[in-house]
């Protein structure tokens, strides 16, 4: 009975996809700049679709819903992925500046191209998609956007799985939909072309694997994620966290290293230095952005002006600070105090994440296996907030952790309107050219999520000092 309906479900997915295909096809004809013929517009909408009944067709496998479910999930997704698709055509300055050039490089050197100097600042596996991208006879803006399209869809397939864990069956749907349904997600892939939802997709799916007793496959797909992206290490607390709670053993880091080395071999072969393959991120965090202390990040430093900044009302007292021209009209800060200023603030960021660290490893015991996401959401979002020359999307993992935390929590069904809010405003200056809400009004939004959060971990840790106490046992 059940294998019967779930070959039903599989039916009802291919044939929603092959009608989502064809409804797609003529849209694409008929609005996409750079798709020049018929066969484009199929391959390109067969793409898509394949995302999308892929997704549905994961959907029912794990959810195993009622047909009128799947139609309406079916439905949504339709919905979402052609938003998606609306925004194919968007040019921004980082697909002119980099992406376009890069996908060049590697139109023209191909695989050999991976042996030589690093092509831009990403990591390697992200240079692997390049380099496929660049053999494909399609747009290639296109299909770095349906790179990120794909883990938008695989992200919000494990954040269901997540939330089902942390929250129960009955958050699964709701969350599944409403990550589809983010600006941030809508806004960061398909529109801005960016691979933050990549990243994303596998340390929720790390968090997932070592909250069900799956150290191992955490451990493998943690490493993915860092081999995706440098902003993975604001998630590293959390494995600090899982060593402590004898969730992780030490021979899970060498799973992690192995993997981690796993993805250079591509590289290697293509005539790559191991060190050179290896120092991508040193290269990458020592090599730019000299002139701000913050890129359009919600976070404590809009508080502070930027070398761009001009002699505004709110930054007058600015202009008493030795190294700044308090006599021109446009009182800017001075080129050369601006990396002096990053790397005090640097140093600060260091010193109280340490002492944040110290006080938790000081009351450990205090921090119970059931407090994995407030301490991952917390550090999601602390990290960023004091942190020098961050960008608007580092808070991507905040925004999906804020999401668990709402489906777990009832009365804090606001954090994430706080955390994705903030996150949505400060994509505005960028993609818009606007600042449509005062950035400092973003900035206090996720300030007001982090005192939350930092209260009720603080709250939690306290009831569990009473516990012990009440027990003998000792907190420190």
Request: charged share 15%; proline share 4%.
């Amino acid at each position: 009975m059940e294998t019967g309906r779930q070959s039903r479900n599989y039916a009802l997915c291919i044939g929603m996809a092959l009608a989502f295909w064809v409804v797609q096809t003529v849209y694409m004809h008929g609005t996409l700049l750079h798709v020049g013929s018929a066969g484009e517009s199929m391959a390109l909408s067969a793409l898509f679709a394949l995302v999308y009944g892929g997704a549905l067709a994961a959907f029912a496998w794990l959810q195993k819903p009622g047909r009128r479910l799947l139609l309406a999930v079916g439905a949504f997704m339709a919905v979402v992925m052609l938003a998606r698709v609306s925004m194919l055509d968007f040019v921004t300055a980082d697909y002119d500046s980099f992406l376009a050039g890069w996908t060049q490089m590697f139109r023209e050197g191909g695989f050999a191209t991976l042996g030589g100097e690093n092509v831009g600042d990403y990591n390697l596996l992200y240079q692997y998609a390049l380099l496929l991208i660049s053999k494909v006879p399609l747009h290639d803006l296109y299909l770095i956007k349906w790179l990120t399209v794909v883990f938008d869809f695989l992200l919000a397939l494990a954040m269901m799985r997540a939330a089902q864990c942390f929250a129960g069956p009955r958050t699964a749907v709701p969350v599944l939909l409403i990550v589809l349904a983010l600006p941030t997600t809508l806004l960061g892939g398909a529109c801005w072309g960016q691979c933050d939802s990549v990243y994303a997709f596998f340390v929720v799916l790390s968090l997932y694997w070592l909250m069900t007793d799956h150290p191992t496959r955490s451990a493998a797909v943690l490493a993915l994620a860092f081999a995706f992206k440098l902003q993975t290490i604001f998630f590293f607390p959390v494995v600090l966290l899982g060593l402590i709670h004898k969730r992780y053993k030490l021979r899970h880091a060498l799973v992690f290293a192995l993997s981690y080395l796993v993805t250079m071999v591509p590289a290697l072969i293509a005539g790559r230095l191991f060190l050179d393959a290896l120092s991508v991120y040193a290269n990458q965090s020592m090599g730019q952005y000299y002139d701000r202390l913050t890129y359009n990040a919600p976070n404590l430093y809009l508080f502070f002006p930027m070398l761009g900044f001009s002699n505004s009302q709110p930054y007058t007292w600015m202009r008493y600070i030795e190294g700044v021209d308090k006599d021109a009209v446009n009182a800017y800060l001075n080129a050369d105090l601006m990396p002096a200023l990053q790397t005090a603030a640097l140093y600060a960021c260091i010193l109280l994440t340490l002492i944040v660290v110290v006080y938790w490893l000081i009351h450990y015991r205090e921090v119970t296996p059931q407090m994995t996401l407030e301490f991952a959401l917390f550090f999601a979002i602390f990290l960023p907030f004091v942190m020098p020359k961050i960008h608007e999307r580092y808070f991507y993992l905040a925004d999906m952790f804020s999401l668990l935390y709402a489906a777990r929590e009832k009365n804090r069904r606001f954090v994430p309107l706080l955390v994705v809010g903030a996150s949505f405003f400060s994509y505005l200056p960028y993609l818009t050219r606007q600042r449509p809400v005062d950035e400092r009004v973003a900035a206090l939004m996720m300030f007001a999520a982090l005192v939350l959060v930092s209260r009720d971990l603080l709250m939690a840790m306290r009831r569990n000092r009473r516990a012990m106490g009440q027990k003998g046992v000792s907190a420190a």
